[in-house]
């Protein structure tokens, strides 16, 4: 009965060893290779600059001191705003997110799963679109808000988001999703017993709360806490929105400033820079520090069905807090640049209003912004296309290979997280123009960085899809005499599909709303979508930018509700 | 027995510091069906996964059917796919994403068989599991001991010339296991396959298998069949981990230089005689005797005892009832000695006893 077996395996008994090199080893060494260079590469580039003295910009440096870092200590104020608003926004995103995980996993609410979908929208809103709609909703004198309050007679500017606190109110209303789904998270994976022992030895309900609740979420609430402000620490299109015309600079804004000036003053932008990544680094390093330590009970990998309290008729106070947070981050931000964009000159008083579809006529139609359009999308579909099946391959071999470097993979693709994004585009715009590769301006070179600085994201999301995959369904397929080539096509992709669609789309739209690399990389023929919503409102069109915003969030949007229907259609084939 | 299919020479496995494997050799013959039994973390997962090609030893030799797969003096590693072997996991690991069929035809598929010829060997091995009816099914939507049956089907289908289970019912609920163990050595015999199984359940081992290997930490304690590991064990260790026993300590008299029968005097001065399957050396202090070869006679009833060489006055301390069996805790000069009986053979609480087992049943340990 063996003839079948002996046929096919057993001519196969000639010499075969681990130890030449295996296809996985070859694949990890030249992934190793390509991406550590498309992430170090710039940032040697960069801190040479940084290091540069002799005040011309040729590489390598002809002079090289620290005199740059040093003059930093004259930027004290810039970054003492970068500090103030990140805490300040840090705070006010973490009690939004925490007031909403508490009230989504731990209560009845009416309408519970829909409102966990919902409550992710804020994410796909960019800071630069929250920011743009709040400066025409909330800007002193012309903003909406304040145009009512002048009509109902009142004086003065009832709120004015060119300040520190409105800076931080757009981001907060971003990143509290952020907070969200992290705190839910460690909230899901603590196991209800834990509770429930408490209740049994005599605690009552806030008892328990303080003395076992608070304590075992803590270290989730902490790790988004540390998390989110070292996401405000890079954070950019807010702060220069909202920023610039009240002069309140942060580290972001300084260095696209000194980029702007003439001449431009790279070795100041480069430290500035460093420093920035520096800090970053440190904190994101801490907050790994924190989910490590804070592994005690909480997370067992397992999630678990909160127990949820019945809370009468406060329920429906939290419920209409939920709504209201989509409200005022979602719907309202829209519905501004909707009314906006369809308008001559933005106004809220609706019978001095000139409707008009000429911006829209304006960006399908003017060249500039028409090729911009384009690019986005090509660049988003391409860059989704050709980087998935690549970092599908990426997270296999940090997961499941036992090819020697396997553990460094990792450290190299997730790094660039650890680097703020205008960072990393001033790092690229600097080793870029320094090359004979003539890339620079094209395409290929956005795409390049793009795949760079989402590496972290897409494989964060195929990660978590391969670690549910049980490990002896690939094994089962190699000894049942599958090629690893084989394995990974008939079973792992397969397996996959889910996590791949997913991340997919959540590479497509990172791609379609980036700003931060983009926009030093943009080149007069090589223009995206966010870089030009930003000239246009340099360029003081409130109402041509609200059109681009509208246009880029709509694009999102339609991939987003793909990836909704695709992720429920998987959970529910799971369930 | 004829032909070795599986030799291991001096098997090591190391993970980091960590020696999972240390030194094992073992060779299992042709058709036979060998099982690794042992604790948790005593290796027999690790060795079963290094016979397949999951996981690379740091030495050592394996040979399959005469091809050395794994040898860390040629440094040869022959991949999983290509040793002709295959397994039966744990989880199973039915792929949820194809059809049941196509699970089964996967081995088949991978060894590019006509299609006539993998449609009749699904098949062949459908109705070995009594999984025909099932074929076209999502092998999502099948129940756990549903999926035990198609991870064997896909495993016998191509016919591979050794096949290997890792604790392939530990995830059935009771019933179940007892039936499938029926239904795995049923089939086991009537292909003939060379199989290697890995179990951390003693009953199961003796149960299933031509010959048992107990493994503690990374070796082997004892190698023999069901009846030979139950009725002679070597070490402590696998007196105590197989089956149930008492274990008295002492020391063997001086004297005896051949396997047979010896004296041992037991801590507390009580003489006994055990049987000794080596040469013993004198130094040996402890002996076996199984739970259920010891009889009880209170004095009144004082009746069968009287073959018995070796006789231990006692008192009954607890009284457990099993069911099947009963199981007495007797205070006893030579320590507490654990006694199962069947339960027609009931006695109080209390009550002063004889015990007597048989020399051949009293064994002496070597270590």
Redesign the interface.
Same mark, same amino acid.
């Given at each position: 009965?063996?003839?079948?077996? =002996?046929? =096919?395996?057993?001519s196969?008994?000639s010499?075969?060893?681990?130890?030449l090199p295996s296809s996985q080893g070859i694949v990890t060494g030249a992934i190793l290779l390509f991406c550590g260079g498309l992430v170090a590469y710039p940032l040697v580039y960069l801190v040479a600059e940084s290091l540069n003295t002799s005040g011309e910009d040729v590489f390598p440096p002809a002079a090289i001191g620290l005199s740059n870092y040093a003059d930093l200590i004259d930027d004290w104020h810039v970054l003492a705003n970068t500090a103030f608003v990140a805490c300040l926004a840090t705070v006010m995103a973490i009690v939004i997110g925490f007031l909403a995980a508490w009230t989504l996993t731990r209560t009845k609410l009416p309408g519970r799963p829909q409102l966990e979908r919902l409550m992710e929208l804020p994410y796909y809103m960019t800071p630069l679109v929250g920011a743009l709609a709040w400066s025409i909703l909330a800007a002193p004198r012309t903003g909406f808000v304040n145009q009512v309050w002048h009509g109902l007679g009142g004086g003065g500017d009832l709120v004015d988001i060119y300040s520190p606190f409105g800076i931080a109110w757009v981001m907060a209303l971003f990143e509290g999703t952020v907070a969200f789904v992290m705190i839910s998270a460690a909230m899901k994976s603590m196991d209800p017993a834990l509770e429930e022992s408490a209740r049994v030895m005599g605690a009552g309900k806030w008892r328990t709360m303080l003395t076992v609740t608070l304590p075992l979420v803590m270290p989730g609430v902490l790790g988004a806490a540390v998390f989110v402000f070292a996401e405000m620490l890079g954070s950019f299109a807010a702060a220069f929105v909202l920023g610039l015309p009240a002069r309140y600079v942060v580290i972001t804004t300084a260095i696209w400033q000194a980029v702007q000036s003439f001449p431009p003053d790279y070795p100041r932008a480069s430290a500035l820079g460093i420093a920035l990544f520096a800090v970053m680094f440190a904190t994101l390093g801490f907050y790994r520090l924190i989910i490590r330590r804070g592994n005690f009970a909480t997370i067992t990998g397992k999630a678990f069905r909160p127990r949820t309290m019945a809370m009468g008729r406060l329920a429906w106070v939290l419920f209409a807090a939920c709504v209201a947070y989509i409200v005022v981050a979602v719907v309202l931000p829209v519905a501004t640049l909707l009314l906006t964009s369809c308008q001559r000159f933005a106004t809220v008083i609706l019978s001095q209003s000139q409707f008009t579809l000429a911006n829209y006529q304006t960006a399908f139609g003017f060249g500039a912004v028409r090729s911009a359009l384009t690019n986005s999308l090509v660049l988003g579909v391409g860059v989704a296309t050709v980087g998935v099946p690549v970092m599908t391959v990426l997270v296999w071999i940090i997961y499941r290979s =036992?090819a020697p470097g396997h553990g460094l993979v990792e450290y190299v693709v997730m790094f660039p997280q650890a680097v703020p994004r205008m960072v990393f585009g001033l790092a690229l715009l600097w080793a870029w123009l320094n090359i004979p590769i003539p890339i620079y301006g094209t395409l290929w070179l956005l795409a390049l960085a793009y795949f760079t600085v989402l590496l972290p994201l897409g494989m964060r999301t195929l990660a978590g899809v391969v670690l549910q995959i049980?490990k002896?369904?690939e $094994? *089962?397929? =190699?000894? *049942?005499?599958?090629?690893w080539f084989?394995q990974l096509r008939?079973?792992t992709m397969?397996?996959l599909r889910p996590g791949i669609v997913a991340a997919w789309l959540l590479v497509f739209i990172a791609s379609v709303r980036e700003l931060g690399v983009s926009i030093f990389l943009v080149g007069p023929n090589a223009k995206v979508i966010a870089p030009s919503i930003v000239s246009a409102w340099l360029s003081s069109s409130s109402e041509l930018s609200a059109a681009l915003a509208l246009i880029q969030t709509v694009a999102i949007f339609i991939a987003v509700i793909v990836l909704f229907r695709a992720t429920r259609r998987y959970s529910q $084939?799971r369930a | 027995m004829s032909e070795a299919r599986i030799e291991i020479n001096d098997l090591v496995v190391r993970y980091g510091d960590v020696v999972a494997v240390d030194g094992v050799s073992l060779t299992v013959g042709q058709g036979e069906h060998v099982t690794l039994l042992g604790p948790s973390g005593c290796g027999k997962t690790t060795t079963l996964r290094a016979i397949a090609g999951l996981e690379e030893p740091s030495g050592g030799t394996i040979r399959i059917a005469g091809a050395t797969v794994y040898s860390a003096a040629e440094r040869r590693n022959v991949p999983a796919e290509k040793r002709g072997i295959s397994m039966v996991f744990q989880s199973y690991a039915v792929w949820p994403h194809m059809s049941v069929f196509d699970n089964v035809a996967y081995g088949l598929r991978v060894r590019n068989l006509p299609r006539d010829k993998v449609a009749t060997e699904v098949e062949r091995a459908l109705d070995l599991v009594q999984m025909r009816d099932f074929a076209t099914r999502s092998a999502a939507l099948l129940s756990g001991g549903q999926q035990q049956r198609v991870a064997l089907a896909r495993a016998i289908a191509f016919s591979p010339a050794v096949l290997l289970f890792d604790e392939p019912l530990s995830n059935l609920d009771a019933k179940l296991r007892a039936e499938m163990r029926v239904e795995l050595r049923d089939l086991q015999r009537r292909l003939g396959v060379t199989s290697v199984y890995v179990t951390h359940d003693q009953e199961e081992a003796l149960a299933i298998s031509d010959r048992v290997v107990v493994m503690n930490v990374g070796g082997i304690e004892q190698i023999g069949t069901p009846e030979n590991i139950y009725n002679r064990p070597k070490t402590r260790f696998v007196a105590d981990f197989v089956g149930s026993a008492n274990l008295i300590a002492g020391r063997v008299r001086g004297g005896a230089s051949r396997p047979g029968v010896v004296g041992f005097d037991a801590t507390g001065g009580m003489g006994l005689e055990a049987l000794a399957g080596h040469a013993p050396t004198g130094r040996e202090d402890w002996v076996a005797v199984r739970t259920a070869y010891i009889d009880i006679a209170t004095d009144a009833s004082n009746g069968r005892a009287g073959g018995m060489t070796n006789k231990i006055g006692g008192t009954i301390r607890q009284r457990l009832f099993h069911g099947d069996f009963i199981q007495y805790i007797v205070d006893s000069p030579v320590g507490q000695l654990t006694v199962r009986r069947p339960p027609t053979e009931l006695f109080d609480e209390g009550a002063a006893v004889t015990l007597s087992f048989a020399r051949e049943h009293c064994v002496l340990l070597e270590g």
């Open positions: 009965m063996t003839d079948i077996a =002996r046929n =096919r395996s057993l196969a008994h010499p075969e060893s681990r130890w =036992r049980d002896s369904l $094994e *089962c397929a =190699r000894v *049942c005499g599958a090629s084989y008939t079973v397969p397996l $084939e | -």
